[in-house]
Antibody, heavy 126, light 109 residues
């Protein structure tokens, strides 16, 4: 059974940092793109960023709203993805979801997220 | 950035009826369009990807269609468990990004 479990959320003051973890099981973690999304209370879904598998360079891409502040990394030996969040603002308050990417097409293209964790809540407040 | 606009914002229907949800992109996204269902207090669930491919476990009453800028999610005969919020999502290759529509709330009439 595929499982993704996020941890590390909590209450943090503006300007501080927080690191989220996503521990997975039930599939070969190293073969997949991992994507982070977030959802502010009562709002819609927002993409945060993703990290490619090692086979595709292991590089990351980020939404403009977090670029330069957030960093995604992965430890394939432990089946864990991380989201390092720096210089947090109240606008970053949200439920953060870790997900597994779906790749499609002849030239593999990330198209969707098929498995989601239950999310970890990050509240940025003084 | 590609903007996705979903309509209607809210759709009120009864169980057994057919639901048609729309998603329009501000520019072509080819067939890189996915649909998700989200129920209160739950994570989103992938229903459709590549505009028309059902994800594992998606019931056959859900179907997706469209390409380019106009897409539709159809639920052929609503079941009580289908009342939820539905989001469309696209993936751009350059610059790399993923964006969602604002969602359609499907409520029981």
């Amino acid at each position: 059974e595929v499982q993704l479990v996020e941890s590390g959320g909590g209450l943090v003051q503006p300007g501080r940092s927080l690191r989220l973890s996503c521990t997975v099981s039930g599939f070969t973690f190293g073969d997949y793109v991992m994507i982070w999304f977030r959802q502010a209370p009562g709002k819609g879904l927002e993409w945060v960023g993703f990290i490619r598998s090692r086979a595709y360079g292991g590089t990351s891409e980020y939404a403009a709203s977090v670029k330069g502040r957030f960093t995604i990394s992965r430890d394939d030996s432990k089946s864990i993805a991380y989201l390092q969040m720096n210089s947090l603002t109240t606008e970053d308050t949200a439920l953060y979801y870790c997900t597994r990417g779906v790749v499609s097409g002849v030239t593999p293209t990330l198209v969707a997220a098929d498995y989601w964790g239950q999310g970890t809540l990050v509240t940025v407040s003084s | 950035e590609i903007v996705l606009t979903q309509s209607p914002a809210t759709l009120s229907l009864s169980p057994g009826e057919r639901a048609t949800l729309s998603c329009r992109a501000s520019q072509s996204v080819s067939s890189f369009l996915a649909w998700y269902q989200q129920k209160p207090g739950q994570a989103p669930r992938l229903l459709i990807y590549d505009a028309s491919s059902r994800a594992t476990g998606t019931p056959a009453r859900f179907s997706g269609s469209g390409s380019g800028t106009d897409f539709t999610l159809t639920i052929s005969s609503l079941e009580p468990e289908d009342f939820a919020v539905y989001y469309c999502q696209q993936r751009s290759s350059w610059p790399p990004s993923i964006t969602f529509g604002q969602g359609t709330r499907l409520e029981i009439k």
